[in-house]
């Protein structure tokens, strides 16, 4: 427990600075591609791969790793182009999205890099609607590629997004007419999935795709004259994003006079022990793994009984 905890404290140091450490990998040609450490279980040589009937295309099969199967998804195929050949000299980085275990084949991994989360920049405005891009960066002068893998795993199984009935009370909405949520997020799928749900509830939305992008929309509430507490009924902030993460875009708003007891509910693909212990670091108010429509329906719906403080029972039923 000792070893694990000292792990813990070392990773989050990297709270608060705006920083993250990428693995580097290959697919099928020189492009170098990059994906969070904090999403890595473990690297290892492509093992004996098994077919299985009505397999998506881009899961070459599956793989009995430390006592599991977990289906291995080939990362070229997933982003549109040919199938990696030769996967017995492929390597797979299994991962953990969403609170599954999944393992994508890539054709070679390079290196860990630590680097700075205002060095990781959203797609250029040029790669058009259809891109499996959700950051660049550069490291020693190579263009490096972060692939958006929420959008593949939509893709290849998606997740049911309509919230079960009887999670929403009736209502809700009209306690908060003239209220929204902030959603955060740089993932086109992840902020369409939030989005969808909220609005489903009967609640506005506003969108931003970083940190950056979301603490100036606070701060032009400010200029305005608003009232943000006002003006807002929470914020549902990503982690992972450039620009400014979502640890970062926290610390700054607790350390912000007229932001502070704002509420954020960090609601991310990341988990487990180290995540858990970031978010009571930088003080947000909840976390929540991706994506479970129910689960944040009702983050939703209980911040707004708390705020407006009313049952929505009739008073006899109360």
């Not at 990059?34 to 093992?47: A, S």
């Amino acid at each position: 427990m000792a070893g694990v905890m000292d792990s813990v404290n070392q990773r989050t140091q990297l709270v608060g600075q705006n920083r993250l450490e990428l693995l580097l990998f290959r697919l099928g040609g020189q492009q170098l591609y990059g994906i969070n450490v904090f999403k890595v279980k473990e690297v290892l040589q492509c093992p004996q791969l098994n077919a299985i009937p009505g397999r998506s295309s881009v899961v070459r099969g599956v793989a009995h790793i430390r006592g599991g199967t977990l289906p291995i998804m080939d990362m070229n195929l997933a982003i549109g182009r040919r199938e990696l050949p030769d996967i017995e000299s492929c390597f797979v980085i299994i991962t953990e999205y969403n609170r599954t275990a999944q393992g994508f084949l890539v054709r070679s991994v390079e290196r860990i890099v630590n680097m700075n989360w205002g060095d990781i920049h959203p797609p250029p405005k040029g790669a058009g609607k259809e891109h499996y891009l959700t950051a660049v960066t550069q490291v020693d002068g190579q263009l490096v590629e972060i692939i958006d893998v929420e959008k593949i795993l939509a893709e290849v199984a998606p997740p049911r997004e309509e919230v079960s009935a009887g999670v929403i009370e009736d209502g809700i909405a009209d306690r908060v007419v003239q209220k929204h949520v902030l959603i955060i997020d740089d993932s086109t799928i992840a902020r369409k999935q939030i989005q969808r749900v909220v609005e489903s509830m009967g609640i506005k939305t506003t969108l931003k795709k970083d940190g950056s992008e979301g603490f100036k929309y606070l701060q032009d509430l400010l200029n305005e004259g608003k009232d943000p507490y006002a003006e807002l009924v929470m914020i549902i902030c990503d982690i992972e994003m450039p620009e400014m993460d979502g640890y970062t875009f926290t610390a700054e708003v607790r350390n912000h006079p007229k932001l502070k007891n704002l509420h954020i509910i960090l609601h991310t693909s990341l988990s487990g022990v180290f995540n858990e212990a970031m978010v009571r670091k930088v003080g947000a108010d909840d976390f929540l793994a991706k994506f479970h429509p129910d689960e944040l329906a009702k983050r939703v719906n209980d911040r707004v009984l708390a705020i407006t403080g009313e049952s929505l029972l009739p008073p006899e039923e109360a």
